[in-house]
């Protein structure tokens, strides 16, 4: 029987103008986007579709993208698509979360607004670095890495795409290290900070305080978590995996497999963008994958899922 996932895309898809379609088409959406902006405090409707100066800075994208993800799923879901499981990358791990019902959507918009102050500020502009690395084997990448201290690998993206994290020295070290051993490419990401390594485990530890006091719900759909790649089906893991998830890898290709295994044979990309898309057609060419990014694009899946 047919299975469909809902993905959700993390930091770098976000973009001006994002969701403003949908907030013009569906006063469920104004709801929220109004609902979100006074939550924190911020004007969200100038933040996600005007130009401005704060959109790409991480205390304030997170809360940006997951509050646009959030309202596009809200219409995805009134014109009757359904999910079987969610999944996100990094950030989107908090809307997928929250599309399986285990979190308030203003709670998960709450907590992004606190992770991303936490990751900004925890490591010092300048000491931490990311960088994508594409066209070499994992266990290579993962070998290189071990005889260089103070990097680690941040996501495993897709087959041939990885990215590493760490110490901006030791990350340009590791980059030079794995195109001398085969790397089609690597590229330093402009990021604010070492994400996903073990030098945001304070930030980690500050946000379990932040999800202690968070109210959680019994999840209506597992979802897949980053950290381990398994579905989770009880809400009492969602706290500590959370608090872990800013300092470990994220397991997305590692993700994705296991939802196939587990039958799904449908992907719904809720969100700018088509990464997680292009991830996925180098993960299996055996699943189909919808994007939707544009207010034009629910009635086109809805047509082919409906």
Same mark, same amino acid.
């Given at each position: ?7 959700? *895309?993390?930091? =770098? ?12 088409? #569906?006063? $469920? ?8 902006? +006074? ?8 933040? #996600? ?12 994208? +997170?809360?940006?993208? %997951?509050?646009? #993800?959030?309202?596009?799923?809200? /219409? ?8 079987? $499981? ?33 990751? +900004? ?11 994508? /690395? ?23 993206? #897709?087959?041939?795409?990885? /990215? ?22 690597? %590229?330093?990401?402009? /990021?604010?900070? *070492? ?31 980053? @950290? ?17 998830? @800013? ?6 290709? +590692? ?16 969100? *700018?963008?088509?990464?997680?898309? =292009? ?28």
């Amino acid at each position: 029987m047919s299975k469909i996932a809902f993905i959700y *895309p993390g930091q =770098g898809v976000q973009k001006t103008g994002m969701g403003a379609d949908f907030y013009t088409g #569906c006063e $469920l959406v104004r709801e929220l986007y109004h609902a979100a902006g +006074q939550a924190l405090g911020l004007d969200m409707k100038h933040l #996600c579709f005007e130009e401005n100066d704060k959109l790409d800075l991480t205390e304030y994208t +997170q809360a940006a993208l %997951v509050t646009t #993800c959030l309202a596009m799923t809200r /219409v995805v879901r009134d014109a009757g698509i359904m999910p079987d $499981l969610t999944a996100g990358l990094s950030l989107g791990e908090y809307a997928a979360i929250a599309a399986a019902g285990g979190m308030d959507e203003l709670d998960a918009v709450r907590l992004v607004r606190k992770r991303g102050i936490l990751m +900004q500020n925890t490591v010092p502009a300048g000491v931490g670095a990311m960088c994508a /690395v594409m066209g070499i084997e994992t266990e290579q990448v993962e070998e290189i890495l071990l005889s260089i201290e103070g990097t680690t690998i941040a996501n495993y993206n #897709c087959p041939g795409q990885i /990215v590493i994290t760490g110490y901006k020295e030791a990350v340009e070290n590791a980059a030079q290290k794995l195109k001398e051993a085969g790397a089609r490419r690597t %590229v330093m990401l402009s /990021v604010s900070g *070492p994400f996903h390594s073990p030098l945001l485990l304070p930030a980690g530890e500050s946000l379990l305080e932040e999800l202690s006091r968070t109210k959680l719900q019994e999840l209506k759909i597992p979802y897949v978590t980053n @950290v381990t790649a398994e579905k989770v089906e009880d809400i009492s893991r969602t706290r500590e995996l959370l608090a872990k998830q @800013v300092s470990f890898p994220v397991r997305w290709q +590692q993700s994705m497999e296991l939802m196939i295994s587990e039958g799904v044979d449908t992907f719904v990309e809720i969100g *700018p963008g088509r990464t997680l898309a =292009g991830f996925l057609k180098k993960i299996s060419r055996d699943v189909k994958v919808y994007n939707i990014s544009a207010w034009e694009d629910v009635e086109k899946v809805a047509g082919a899922l409906c």
